[in-house]
């Protein structure tokens, strides 16, 4: 992952990949993100994450909610974690 944006889907997929390797599992999820108020250090706004769902089923997802609020940036990313989980296991029947 050197050299690499942490916050971009190619960093996250490794992430996400890496995880369900080390864990032995058959889904992975993992997500990066700046929650706010503030943005990253890299230049990224608040409000900003990715998500990777790595298994049967490999996926990733740029969410942008467009507000610093940390509380509600919070909760966006883990439903939007929950929700690219749940596509992926239903497209892997």
């Not at 971009?8 to 993100?33: C, D, F, H, M, P």
């Amino acid at each position: 992952v050197s050299g690499r944006s942490p916050l971009s889907e190619e960093y996250i997929a490794i992430s996400a990949a890496a995880i369900r390797q080390k864990l032995n599992t058959t889904w992975s999820v993992a997500e990066i993100g700046a929650t706010g108020p503030a943005g990253t250090r890299y230049g990224h706004p608040p409000g900003m994450c990715v998500i990777a769902v790595d298994g049967p089923v490999k996926l990733t997802r740029l969410i942008e909610t467009g507000n610093g609020d940390r509380e509600a940036n919070m909760w966006a990313f883990a439903e939007a974690a929950f929700q690219l989980l749940s596509e992926a296991m239903e497209r892997a029947g």
